[in-house]
Structures are given as structure tokens and as C-alpha cells.
Nanobody, 127 residues
Framework: QVQLLEFGGGLVQAGDSLRLSCAFSGREIRNYGVGWFRQVPGKEREVVIVQTTGGTTYYSDSVKGRFTISRDNAKNTMYLQMNTLKPEDTAVYYC?????????????????????WGQGTQVTVSS
């Protein structure tokens, strides 16, 4: 059973950068499809970035060019680097992992594709 533990949320100003971390315990991250999602009150959880074990990556249009995902297999940790943050990026951010295999990267984008979730971390961007 893998456990995901997130770090790195906080309050920043528009235009700032922030990096979130998601540490995997109990299993090797290299074996998992992974993703970052976010959620604001009253709305459904939405995909930010997802990545297959082979490295194929999907970026939502709202973060393309500003956010990137990376993995450090030695540390069993993945990261979400967020640059040029905007107030509309304010949300609780969640990391997620799945052992299921999907042939199409788009099948990794629904929250239901994931079996394990981090606890969530608040990111607030002030204008």
C-alpha cells in the first residue's frame, strides 16, 4: 500500500513561483502513473498535470507553459513546479497515483483513474 504525503503549499503573490512535493512511501514511484489535481470549494476536482510511467505528460490548458511535473526516483518524490502564479490558481492541490494502465493519456485525466491520494495542500495566490 502506497502512501502519499504532500508538502509545499502556502500564500504567495501573483507572479511568484511555488513548488509542491509529494513523497511516496512504501512503494517505488517509478511504477506509478501520477497526477496533480486541484479543487476549490463548490467545484469538482480538476486535473492539472498527469504523467504515465513512460513519461508521457498531459497539461491542462490553464497551466500549460507555467507548471511542470517532475519525478526524483531516488527520493521517491514527485514535484509540481508552479511559475507565474495567478489568483485563479488558488485551490487545494492533491497528488495522486495509479497502478492501472491506460493506453491513452487522456484516460489518466479523470480523478477516478487514481487509487491513492495525498492529503491536499492549500495554495493561495493573492493579487
Amino acid at each position: 500500500q502506497v502512501q502519499l504525503l504532500e508538502f509545499g503549499g502556502g500564500l504567495v503573490q501573483a507572479g511568484d513561483s511555488l513548488r509542491l512535493s509529494c513523497a511516496f512511501s512504501g512503494r517505488e514511484i517509478r511504477n506509478y502513473g501520477v497526477g496533480w489535481f486541484r479543487q476549490v470549494p463548490g467545484k469538482e476536482r480538476e486535473v492539472v498535470i498527469v504523467q504515465t510511467t513512460g513519461g508521457t505528460t498531459y497539461y491542462s490548458d490553464s497551466v500549460k507553459g507555467r507548471f511542470t511535473i517532475s519525478r526524483d526516483n531516488a527520493k521517491n518524490t514527485m514535484y509540481l513546479q508552479m511559475n507565474t502564479l495567478k489568483p485563479e490558481d488558488t485551490a487545494v492541490y492533491y497528488c495522486a497515483a495509479t497502478l492501472r494502465y491506460y493506453s491513452d493519456i487522456m484516460d489518466y485525466t479523470p480523478p477516478g483513474a487514481y487509487q491513492w491520494w495525498g492529503q491536499g495542500t492549500q495554495v493561495t495566490v493573492s493579487s
